[in-house]
């Protein structure tokens, strides 16, 4: 027919994996983002010093060769503390959108595939948190419920999902009119298999850059609520619980070492999630063809 | 005695028009509005109409793609569905019916999920009705593609890999992987280039003689359908208007639609002289259609009666139907 | 003696894409007499529309631009003009009908909002002129109750009346050339025709020239006085209407002519070209035709033939006719 010699066809998951490449933002963002979990799992390995051990006679020392990033106002050394607060941050991250993930995509999944009553139910619910001031919410349940890594997770977690159950339930429902669903009907494929077979794969575009950029979300709450004292505790590191040592005016103006470091942190991790996620977006738009 | 595959009687399809805070029903698009037809085993069944009669509608009825307001559907003897006798097929006996019962979208750009190789969208079929075991799909795929005339090498590729009147092949491959005895070609060419067309339609001509099919050919263009084929249905607002052999109503138009219809073809030939029957306006809404026939508002022989009477099927000759107060 | 209104000389407009430029339009020349309705025909892909774009200068930015060749529209020289000249003739001396009457007008402004614009730009009317004028243009492409249409959304007329609407925005600055993109591809047949109908009597009274661009053999044969036959950027045959349907000398006018269904007896096998059309890509060696060509000949696989003359006012690019006296 034609002058074929390629066998092996280019998926479309292939195509996008080619398409990320090119992207050098979003290869940046990717790479900055592996070292970063690589230094949080090694975390006890590659750390000079212990996490909480406490050096009383070096409160507030400026950075020596000893102590690459000086120590803080308890005497602890600041660098490791900074490694161990990745583990915590990102973990808070990923696991809120994990958990953000999962309730969005199945309310939306049902919600668009059944319509009806269900889907009015569910999208009014979702209009019901979608007006709720989300900082304000997250700061009386925090408050509540108490300050604690998992409180955190979940707060981030269950506060996410309301706009990805709309994205996802936008794109079932585009799906749903689709004629290859219609072929798959006439094939005699029933709706569980409809569903997981062609819809499911077919909307992960949309969850997989929506899922990205809520961890760089998940990262920001976790430093909000730990600033204000809501989040993780003393003597755990997280970045946020670091940062808040800058609430103190003295240490905002003389000791730059203490604050400084986690908010860098957080800005290259946040940043570089954003990149790889719009890298993401672009990569698995089916539009955008080149 | 001629052997009918599918006999569709009364059929009907309403699409329900929601309205108002509580989205309640206020009125309905008649798409289909009580259509009846027969099909004769081993021909080309052509539906043609302008866009918005229903003919999608109802090739989709038929197959039970959509749920039928009304009427009922017969397949090779057997009753599909009978609304007015609460008649419907089991689950069971709704999967052995889609094996024999297929359909052939228009836009090959979109009939065929963008995330699976050919060999998966071929065999999917196989796979669920057990006709196939998963290491055989392959050599199955195969065999299809190259009797659709594409090259077996392609079955790991994906549909994007491929062009228009390609992946018009690769759907009807799909359609033809389940043996079915039945097809519903939904204006399978209207979206292909014309040198292309030509190609998709001598294949289905051939896959037909090759393998016995029967077809409905839903179409727009009235030059397909009079090559194409065997019999003919004219529709206009969800209801037939005129049905006969392709010869016979391509040389003897009763109904002034047809003839409208033949007559706005564009000349094949520069120094052809057409008689032309300009109609006035568009096709009316089917949500509000015209009292009476439908066609009186547009048409150039209306009279009294057909502003508040609406006509009935009548058979001029033999195998040749026709729905106007004129005749 | 009509003079040329139009004339393209060698216009190669290239995209840009990741693996690197691609020529789109190859080498085009054509030219447009006055009042005249020229047809370009040709399967999708062939850059039939490029064309009709890179005469508006409305190429795709920033992919899209003319790499070389000329424009010559009334004397003028398009290809060197600056954006507001540029903007000063299209709709004025220009217009342009595109194939979806549905995307072409904006939802959120009346038919009558939309037409008095085009006006504004042009013309240099009061404001009871203007929706005047409006009026008499509604009234002239045909549409009943003008004056209500004037007042409404693009969203309450059917297809075939936008399509009028846009003829009627067309029209209203009284262009010397009309480019019409598939302008009934969209349309049901009956209503097909009576745009057809509409845009003849229309050319006929305003003098217009028309450059129409179909894949559809039957509309040219309806409208046009000359075509030109596009395959992959180039010209292929440039020929009057009469001639292309009676005596086709290229091998795919003769296949695009073949595949035509009409004219076919039920039985009668269909003859088609072989395989389809490369991408741009892909372009095959010598002529871009000869992979599906039927009479290829050794000479086709290597070099690229010329539009040549072959006989008064009928120009092939093929290698069949350059050597006999034809």
């Known amino acids: 027919m034609s002058l074929m010699t390629v066998e092996s066809g280019l998926s479309p998951w292939k195509i ?155 794109e079932v429902l585009s799906l749903k009119h689709c004629e290859y669903i219609e072929a798959a009907k006439a094939l005699g494929l029933n709706a569980r298999k409809i569903i997981f077979k062609h819809i499911i794969p077919n909307t992960l575009a949309p969850i997989i850059v929506y899922a990205t950029l809520g961890i760089a979300r998940g990262i920001l709450i976790e430093a909000g609520l730990s600033f204000l004292g809501l989040g993780v505790e003393q003597p755990v590191p997280s970045w946020g619980n670091m940062l808040s040592a800058a609430q103190n005016f003295t240490t905002l103006t003389t000791y730059w070492w203490v604050w400084i470091p986690p908010g860098f942190m957080v800005l290259v991790t946040v940043l570089s999630i954003n990149f790889l996620g719009d890298g993401l977006r672009d990569a698995l738009d089916p539009k955008i063809i080149q | 005695m001629t052997e009918y595959i599918l006999e569709a009687n009364n059929l009907k399809k309403y699409f329900p028009i929601f309205g108002g805070v509580f989205s309640r029903v206020e009125g309905y698009v008649k798409a289909v509005d009580d259509v009846t037809f027969k099909i004769r085993k081993g021909e080309t069944f052509g539906l043609v109409g302008e866009s918005g009669c229903g003919k999608s509608t109802t090739g989709r009825t038929i197959l039970n793609l959509l749920k039928p307001t009304g009427g009922s559907v017969t397949f090779n003897g057997k009753v599909i569905f009978d609304v007015e006798n609460k008649h419907t097929l089991n689950k069971k006996e709704t999967r052995a019916l889609r094996r024999n019962m297929q359909i052939i979208f228009q836009d090959p750009g979109s009939c065929l999920d963008p995330r699976m190789n050919v060999a998966s969208l071929i065999g999917e079929g196989l796979l669920e009705h057990g006709l196939a075991k998963k290491r055989e799909i392959m050599d199955k795929a195969v065999e299809l593609l190259e009797l659709c005339g594409l090259r077996g090498e392609c079955v790991h590729r994906y549909p994007h890999e491929f062009s228009g009147g390609q992946r018009q092949r690769i759907a009807i491959a799909r359609a033809l992987a389940l043996a079915p005895k039945f097809i519903v070609g939904d204006e399978p060419i209207a979206a292909l280039d014309v040198s292309i067309q030509a190609q998709v339609l001598t294949l289905m001509q051939e896959l037909k003689e090759k393998l016995g099919l029967t077809y409905m050919f839903i179409s727009h263009d009235l030059g397909v359908v009079k090559y194409f084929c065997d019999s003919t249905c004219v529709m206009y607002l969800g209801s037939i208007v005129e049905q006969a052999s392709s010869e016979r109503l391509f040389s003897n138009p009763l109904h002034p639609y047809t003839k409208c219809l033949l007559a706005a073809i564009p000349k094949s030939n520069p120094r052809e002289t057409k008689e032309r029957i300009i109609l006035s306006g568009d096709v009316p809404s089917p949500a509000d259609p015209p009292k009476g026939c439908k066609f009186h508002t547009r048409c150039p022989q209306a009279k009294d009666i057909c502003k508040d009477t609406v006509p009935l099927m009548k058979e001029i000759a033999t195998d040749h139907h026709v729905c106007c107060h004129l005749y | 003696m009509p003079e040329a209104l139009l004339e393209i000389q060698d216009l190669v407009t290239s995209f840009k894409t990741t693996s690197g430029l691609q020529r789109v339009l190859d080498g085009i020349n054509l030219s447009l007499r006055r009042g005249e309705i020229l047809g370009l025909v040709g399967e999708s892909g062939c850059g039939k529309s490029i064309t009709s774009l890179s005469i508006m200068r409305l190429l795709p930015q920033p992919y899209g631009f003319i790499e070389n060749g000329k424009i010559l529209f009334n004397d003028k020289e398009l290809t060197d003009l600056s954006i507001p000249e540029m903007e000063s003739i299209r709709g004025n001396e220009i217009s342009m009908i595109f194939q979806e009457p549905m995307t072409a007008l904006n939802p959120v402004f009346t038919i009558g909002n939309q037409i008095e614009e085009v006006l504004d730009i042009h013309q240099d009317l009061k404001k009871r002129d203007k929706k005047e004028k409006c009026i008499e243009m509604l009234k002239l492409v045909g549409l009943p109750r003008a004056k209500d249409v004037y007042n409404e959304y693009p969203h309450q007329l059917s297809g075939g009346m936008r399509q009028r609407v846009m003829i009627a925005m067309a029209l209203s600055c009284e262009p010397r050339l009309l480019i019409a993109d598939e302008p009934t591809t969209a349309l049901d047949v009956t209503v097909q025709i009576q745009i057809l109908e509409l845009m003849k009597s229309l050319q006929k009274d305003m003098n217009t020239s028309i450059l129409l661009i179909t894949h559809d053999l039957g509309v040219i044969a309806e409208m046009c006085d000359r075509v030109a036959v596009m395959y992959l950027g180039k010209i292929v045959e440039e020929t009057t209407t009469v001639n292309i349907f009676d005596n086709p000398l290229h091998p795919y006018s003769q296949g695009l002519l073949n595949s035509r269904l009409g004219n076919i007896q039920k039985g009668e096998k269909l003859i088609c070209i072989p395989g389809m059309v490369p991408t741009l890509s892909d372009k095959p060696q010598g002529c871009f035709f000869s992979p599906r060509c039927s009479k290829c000949i050794d000479r086709c696989k290597t070099d690229m033939p010329e539009l040549n003359e072959v006989k008064p006012g009928h120009k092939v690019r093929c290698w069949l006719y350059v050597d006999e006296d034809y």
């Open chain 1, 16 to 170: 996008a994996t080619a398409k990320l490449k090119r992207n050098k933002l979003a290869m940046f963002g990717l790479f900055v983002i592996s070292i970063l979990v690589a230094l949080a799992i090694l975390a006890p390995v590659i750390t000079p010093y212990e996490r909480d051990r406490i050096d009383m006679f070096k409160i507030y020392e400026s950075p020596t060769s000893e102590h690459k990033l000086g120590m803080d106002e308890m005497g602890r050394d600041v660098l490791t503390r900074l490694i161990y607060g990745a583990r915590i941050s990102i973990s808070v991250g990923i696991v809120s959108t994990i958990i953000a993930v999962v309730i969005g995509v199945i309310l939306g999944a049902v919600a668009g595939y059944s319509g009806s009553i269900v889907d009015s139910i569910i999208m009014r619910i979702v209009d019901v948190f979608m007006c709720f001031p989300f900082f304000l919410i997250a700061i009386v349940i925090a408050g509540i419920l108490g300050p604690s890594i998992i409180n955190l997770m979940l707060i981030s977690g269950l506060l996410n999902w309301p706009s990805l159950t709309r994205i996802v339930r936008a």
